[in-house]
């Protein structure tokens, strides 16, 4: 068994040195010409609150840290952030079905409010992307607002996002 111990050992080390050739594309485009913003407006307090809690998964802007050079790490965040993209991406929402922006809002609302977003292994990392109540309820309400100005602007049947059968 000693005699399998040392070649798996260095075999293990040549594979995690061979995984740091492998460099998933970064989320660093920072293109804001259709973010959310540029259709409503987000006040200061709540976008720095989105900031710091929201936009490395939910923007075209990711603040990596410096663990994210290392594999596998950057493998799983390159995936986490991917499919945060892919739920509520900020920074393309504005060009959205109108339909898709106010359920999304209405997501931000539910999740924010169960306290399922920010993601727990997100905040563990990041502890100051953990949510006080006051913050909670910053983003509850931006959100509701947003919702509101899409009810005032647009007919209550386009707000209902239909299924494709």
């Keep these: 068994m000693k005699k399998y111990l040392k070649p798996a050992l260095y075999a ?6 061979l995984a740091q050739f492998i460099r998933p594309a970064k989320n660093l485009s920072n293109d804001q010409s259709r973010h959310l913003s540029t259709k409503y407006p987000i006040p200061a307090e709540v976008e720095s609150v989105l900031k710091v ?3 490395d998964c939910h923007s075209n802007y990711t603040i990596y840290p410096w663990y994210a050079w290392v594999q ?6 390159a995936n986490h952030v991917n499919e945060g993209k892919r739920e509520l991406n900020f ?4 060009t959205r079905r109108i339909a898709v922006q ?3 809002m209405e997501e931000v609302i539910e999740l924010v409010r169960e306290g399922e977003m920010p993601l727990a292994s997100y ?8 949510l006080s109540q006051e913050q909670k ?3 509850i309400n931006w959100a509701q ?12 049947d386009s707000l209902v996002l239909r299924r494709n059968r």
């Design 137 to 139: 309820d910053l983003l």
């Design 91 to 94: 920074s393309e929402l504005a």
């Design 123 to 130: 905040t563990w990392v990041h502890r100051d992307a953990m």
């Design 145 to 156: 607002s947003v919702m509101d100005t899409l009810s005032a602007r647009y007919p209550a």
């Design 72 to 77: 596998p790490v950057a493998a799983w965040l």
């Design 53 to 55: 809690a929201c936009y």
């Design 102 to 104: 106010n359920k999304k």
């Design 12 to 17: 293990l080390l040549a594979i995690f040195l």
